[in-house]
């Protein structure tokens, strides 16, 4: 694996919105239930730091990252 | 285990004079001494208090701590469980029940819309309070009337009923009543939601209130749901909004800043909510043996969480007691954590960063007009902090 990478868990998310205001380009709320909406899976390097920081917040650890791995490890 | 934990026997009932934004000095030595501490709840029950921020957090992210008030064990008598809808006092299933209708009219998307209308609401306070001043009570003229029209107007409480709406509120939150007239007031509130509820099952408006009568939630649960989006709408962006003016009056570089820089406003709103942490603590009882931070919670023991505290925790803020408009926002407990992090989050961030910018851009002389030791507090009793009232003046520009 080369990229970040993100995945949401739309049963765990409870709407707060956290990601849609920390990380707007990454992730938006269901107009309908508000739960998140994955826009990139795959965040552009731009995003990056807006989408970990997101996963971070998110208070019902809807959103889960996988970094790439590093080489030589 | 650690031998020597902690004991904090009773919660401060006062901050330290001339300290009106710090946490009270109990629960910062309590901090000092380690994140958890012994405390003994008001009616004798053992407990804990948590003032460190990892184990704030780590708390209302683990669902083996529950909100159920039923389940409290904190008095000689047993609480009753919350009643229907008001599911900040409840877990799941019967939480997300009530809490999931709810999220779609909060998101971050449906607030930024009420921008235009909160900032109309803004212009037309602060051109009374520019009428009618200087001086003026911050409070009444701004801090209080922007919230309390937004949420009744985003509810569906028609407008003539606001005034004695506010009242009531104003009655069960200030922590300063009878039991007597806490029980009036919470009476006269049911009895006008439940009368408000039937009205909009009669004749639905263009409001949320009306949305969620096409549920399968009944007028009771409604009845619920209502009061605490009421009085959470109300009390908490009001005294953020007054008590925010306060502590950026008393830090005028902080204020400046502001002022001259319109693109510090998100952050500064976030760096108020984490420095003065209105809500202040909030409980929750262990379902099974937990432990935390080297001790054993007990199954059935109730915690007190400081969020306060925790958002002035010094491992976790660089100079946390610095208010400091440019810090890099990486999450605050202001709005709890959890599943139970505050649903209505994102209308408070609209409201406070039109409200706080409106302001310090009209008002650029604003000023406290008594001594900063005589702007009268909220009892730490309350459940919310705040000012009751914030005296402040201004030059009139000249015409």
């Known amino acids: 694996m080369t990229t970040t990478r993100l995945r949401v868990d739309r049963e765990r998310c409870i709407g707060a919105g956290m990601c849609a205001l920390t990380a707007p380009e990454v992730f938006d709320q269901d107009p309908d239930d508000g739960r998140v909406l994955l826009l990139h899976t795959e965040p552009p390097a731009t995003h990056r730091t807006a989408a970990r920081m997101a996963a971070g917040v998110c208070p019902s650890r809807a959103i889960s990252l996988q970094e790439p791995e590093t080489s030589g490890s | 285990m650690s031998e020597s934990v902690h004991t904090v026997t009773a919660l401060p009932t006062a901050r330290q004079p001339g300290c009106p934004f710090d946490p009270p000095a109990e629960l910062i030595d309590a901090r000092r001494h380690g994140p958890i501490s012994r405390y003994t709840h008001p009616g004798g029950k053992p407990g804990w208090l948590i003032t460190g921020y990892d184990l704030v957090r780590s708390v209302l992210a683990d669902s083996r701590f529950s909100s159920r008030r039923d389940l409290m064990n904190v008095a000689d008598f047993e609480l009753p469980p919350a009643p229907p809808g008001e599911f900040l006092l409840m877990d799941e299933p019967q939480h997300g029940r009530y809490r999931k209708p709810l999220v779609g009219k909060f998101t971050v998307r449906r607030m930024r819309l009420l921008t235009e209308r909160i900032e109309q609401i803004t212009t037309?306070?602060?051109?009374?309070?520019?009428?009618?001043?200087?001086?003026?009570?911050?409070?009444?003229?701004?801090?209080?009337?922007?919230?309390?029209?937004?949420?009744?107007?985003?509810?569906?409480?028609?407008?003539?009923?606001?005034?004695?709406?506010?009242?009531?509120?104003?009655?069960?939150?200030?922590?300063?009543?009878?039991?007597?007239?806490?029980?009036?007031?919470?009476?006269?509130?049911?009895?006008?939601?439940?009368?408000?509820?039937?009205?909009?099952?009669?004749?639905?408006?263009?409001?949320?209130?009306?949305?969620?009568?096409?549920?399968?939630?009944?007028?009771?649960?409604?009845?619920?749901?209502?009061?605490?989006?009421?009085?959470?709408?109300?009390?908490?962006?009001?005294?953020?909004?007054?008590?925010?003016?306060?502590?950026?009056?008393?830090?005028?570089?902080?204020?400046?800043?502001?002022?001259?820089?319109?693109?510090?406003?998100?952050?500064?709103?976030?760096?108020?909510?984490?420095?003065?942490?209105?809500?202040?603590?909030?409980?929750?009882?262990?379902?099974?043996?937990?432990?935390?931070?080297?001790?054993?919670?007990?199954?059935?023991?109730?915690?007190?969480?400081?969020?306060?505290?925790?958002?002035?925790?010094?491992?976790?803020?660089?100079?946390?007691?610095?208010?400091?408009?440019?810090?890099?926002?990486?999450?605050?407990?202001?709005?709890?954590?959890?599943?139970?992090?505050?649903?209505?989050?994102?209308?408070?961030?609209?409201?406070?960063?039109?409200?706080?910018?409106?302001?310090?851009?009209?008002?650029?002389?604003?000023?406290?007009?008594?001594?900063?030791?005589?702007?009268?507090?909220?009892?730490?009793?309350?459940?919310?902090?705040?000012?009751?009232?914030?005296?402040?003046?201004?030059?009139?520009?000249?015409?």
Not at chain 2, 149 to 172: A, K, M
Not at chain 2, 262 to 276: H, I, K, N, S
Not at chain 2, 318 to 334: E, T
Not at chain 2, 338 to 346: D, N, S, V, W
């Open chain 2, 124 to 399: 037309d306070c602060l051109d009374a309070m520019e009428k009618t001043g200087p001086p003026a009570d911050l409070v009444t003229a701004f801090a209080k009337p922007i919230p309390t029209i937004v949420i009744c107007e985003l509810l569906g409480v028609p407008y003539q009923d606001r005034g004695s709406f506010q009242e009531q509120i104003d009655t069960f939150m200030g922590g300063e009543t009878s039991d007597e007239e806490l029980m009036a007031a919470y009476t006269a509130t049911q009895e006008y939601l439940a009368e408000l509820v039937s009205a909009k099952r009669a004749n639905p408006t263009d409001d949320v209130l009306s949305e969620l009568t096409d549920s399968d939630l009944t007028d009771e649960e409604l009845k619920g749901i209502s009061l605490i989006l009421l009085a959470a709408g109300f009390d908490t962006t009001a005294n953020m909004l007054a008590l925010g003016t306060f502590a950026l009056l008393r830090n005028p570089g902080q204020l400046a800043a502001l002022r001259a820089d319109p693109a510090l406003t998100d952050g500064a709103v976030e760096e108020l909510l984490r420095y003065l942490s209105v809500a202040k603590t909030f409980m929750r009882t262990a379902l099974e043996d937990v432990e935390l931070g080297g001790q054993t919670i007990k199954a059935g023991t109730t915690v007190v969480l400081s969020y306060h505290t925790a958002n002035r925790d010094p491992e976790r803020f660089a100079d946390p007691d610095v208010l400091d408009l440019r810090r890099q926002y990486d999450g605050h407990l202001a709005f709890s954590h959890g599943i139970h992090q505050c649903l209505g989050q994102q209308l408070a961030r609209v409201e406070m960063r039109v409200a706080f910018r409106a302001l310090v851009d009209r008002f650029p002389t604003l000023r406290l007009a008594v001594p900063a030791e005589e702007v009268v507090l909220r009892p730490e009793t309350a459940d919310i902090y705040g000012v009751k009232s914030l005296p402040v003046t201004w030059d009139r520009e000249a015409s």
